[in-house]
Each structure stands twice: as C-alpha cells, then as structure tokens.
C-alpha cells in the first residue's frame, strides 16, 4: 500500500486530489494538511510513502519545505500540484517524482501512481514474517509466502504447502512488505505476484489469479482492483 500525504491550503483542491486517488485501491490517504508547516510535522511522525503537495501556500512554501527535506533519508517521494508551470524546474532541482498542473488530468495521475508502485517503500519491507507453528514464533522468509488471507484481527499466511497463523492483521501485514511483490487483490486477501502461476476470467469484468502453490489455489480479484492488478501482471 502506497501511503499519501495531501498538502494544499485549499480544502476544495485536497478533496478533488483524494476523489481521483480513490480510484486506485494501491494508494491510500493517510493524511491531509493546510501549511507545509503542518506538513513537516505530520511527515516526521508518520512513514509517508509520498507526499502531493502545492507550490504557493501561505508563509513557507512547497518549495521551500521540499528543500528542508531534500536528501535526508526515509524522505518521502514528491509530487507537486499546482497551477503554475514556471516552478518545474525548482521542482525537479529538489528531485520530485513528477509535477503535476491544476485540474490534474486522472490519466496523469494514473501515470505518477504506477511509477510510485515501482518505487520501494519509505521504510524498508521486512525480511522475515513472524508467525504461530506448534506454539511457538517461526520467522518466515517473506518471499517463501504465496498469499496471505484475512482472520478476523489476525491472518492466515499460505506458503506452498502450508498454513500458519500470524497475528498480525492483514493491513499490517500489507504495510511491511515490498510493495513492488505484493498485491492487495481484495479485502481479504494479499497475494505474492511473483507465485501467480496463470490469469483466469472469472466473469466479463472480473479475474481470477491462479497461483503455483500445492493446491493450485484460484482467488478471485475485486472488481475495483482488476485494472490495478491487470496493469502491474502486463495482461
């Protein structure tokens, strides 16, 4: 899951942002802020991933709070919004992902959110996954996972042959690991795509992922997460 950050001092222009995010089931918004001030705040207590931010703001502006940040490192990646055209340079000197122009074309929006699902997270994925077996905690590689699927508060976590308990939720499970591997395909279920043995159709606007484990085990993909799921399988 790609974690955002929507900075803009206008709340009509923060709220169009996160309706065209709301079509990417990847991306979620996490926070929202008035001021690059409240930014940096919200920023240095929370692992975003990216930050969609606005050039002119009252008293520090995007610009400025980018160069406050440019280089360290955890930072975020940058995406400024704005109606002005004539800071792309600035911008691309303190090496924002992309710049775009307000109204924010959806297909350019769509542009910058498959290049951030290419890019690894703020913080690093875990390489180990704590799970229950004979009552006891045993350290899974996250790459030995086929899917992992929800149980109440907990998960379950497949791997090819085999089943534990982790408890961890599975949004949290989701948070951890390298997003450029796994895939949220439904609400209840996350899957390696790297153990996607084949594509099936499951209905005229819906698939079903085939995965190489034991049981040969099909899962179904939500509907609103097909096209998301389809662009980064390439079929």
């Known amino acids: 899951m790609i974690r955002a950050l929507l900075?803009?001092?206008?709340?009509?222009?923060?709220?169009?942002?996160?309706?065209?995010?709301?079509?990417?089931?990847?991306?979620?918004?996490?926070?929202?802020?008035?001021?690059?001030?409240?930014?940096l705040k919200l920023a240095s207590a929370v692992p975003y991933d990216v930050v969609f931010i606005d050039i002119e703001m009252p008293g520090l502006s995007g610009l400025d709070a980018a160069r406050l940040v440019h280089g360290?490192?955890?930072?975020?990646?940058?995406?400024?919004?704005?109606?002005?055209?004539?800071?792309?340079?600035?911008?691309?000197?303190?090496?924002?992902?992309?710049?775009?122009?307000?109204?924010?074309?959806?297909e350019r929006l769509a542009q910058v959110v498959r290049r951030l699902g290419k890019r690894p997270a703020a913080s690093a994925p875990v390489e180990k996954i704590p799970v229950v077996s004979?009552?006891?905690?045993?350290?899974?590689?996250?790459?030995?996972v086929h899917?992992?699927?929800?149980?109440?508060?907990?998960?379950?976590?497949?791997?090819?042959?085999?089943?534990?308990?982790?408890?961890?939720?599975?949004r949290a499970l989701e948070e951890t690991l390298p997003v450029?591997?796994?895939?949220?395909?439904?609400?209840?279920?996350?899957?390696?795509?790297?153990?996607?043995?084949?594509?099936?159709?499951?209905?005229?606007?819906?698939?079903?992922l085939a995965l190489d484990d034991a049981e040969r085990t099909e899962l179904d993909v939500a509907r609103r997460q097909s096209k998301a799921v389809r662009e980064r399988l390439r079929v």
């Open 7 to 39: 900075v803009d001092d206008e709340a009509p222009a923060r709220s169009e942002l996160r309706y065209l995010l709301a079509t990417h089931p990847e991306v979620e918004v996490v926070g929202e802020a008035a001021t690059a001030v409240e930014a």
């Open 72 to 106: 360290r490192a955890g930072a975020p990646q940058l995406v400024f919004v704005t109606a002005h055209e004539q800071y792309a340079i600035e911008a691309f000197a303190v090496e924002a992902l992309d710049y775009l122009l307000k109204p924010v074309d959806p």
């Open 134 to 144: 004979g009552g006891e905690t045993v350290l899974l590689d996250w790459d030995d």
């Open 147 to 170: 899917y992992a699927q929800a149980d109440g508060d907990y998960c379950r976590v497949h791997t090819y042959d085999r089943s534990y308990l982790c408890t961890r939720s599975l």
């Open 180 to 208: 450029d591997r796994f895939a949220r395909i439904h609400r209840s279920y996350l899957v390696n795509l790297g153990k996607v043995a084949a594509v099936k159709r499951a209905a005229a606007d819906r698939l079903r």
